[in-house]
Nanobody, 124 residues
Framework: EVQLVESGGGLVQAGGSLRLSCAAS????????IGWFRQAPGNEREGVSC????????HYADSVKGRFTISRDNAKNTMFLQMNNLKPEDTAVYYC?????????????????WGQGTQVTVSS
């Protein structure tokens, strides 16, 4: 059974930090490109960051560049999202995902597997 299980969400004040983790099982984690998405109330789900399985190249949405860092530990089948200098507009449910990345002007992730989501709330 394929599982992606997020943890690390919570309530933090603006300017604070959180580190999200996502533990993967049931598939060959090393073979997949991975990423983080988020969805705020009333908004569509949007891509936050992705990391390639081949070369480790990272991609970020403009809104989080310089503040968020994505990483993966293939030995532990785990991915991370370090979020610093958080802003109220970062408030959302954050989802980890695994799939196949591709370029079409920008970098996209065609998702095969989703996590269940973890709530991040940033107070002003």
């Amino acid at each position: 059974e394929v599982q992606l299980v997020e943890s690390g969400g919570g309530l933090v004040q603006a300017g604070g930090s959180l580190r999200l983790s996502c533990a993967a099982s049931g598939f060959t984690f090393d073979d997949y490109d991975i990423g983080w998405f988020r969805q705020a109330p009333g908004n569509e789900r949007e891509g936050v960051s992705c990391i390639s399985s081949i070369d480790g190249k990272t991609h970020y949405a403009d809104s989080v560049k310089g503040r968020f860092t994505i990483s993966r530990d293939n030995a532990k089948n785990t991915m991370f999202l370090q979020m610093n200098n958080l802003k109220p507009e970062d408030t959302a449910v954050y989802y980890c995902a695994a799939g196949e990345g591709y370029y079409n002007d920008s970098y996209y992730l065609k998702v095969d597997y989703w996590g269940q989501g973890t709530q991040v709330t940033v107070s002003s």
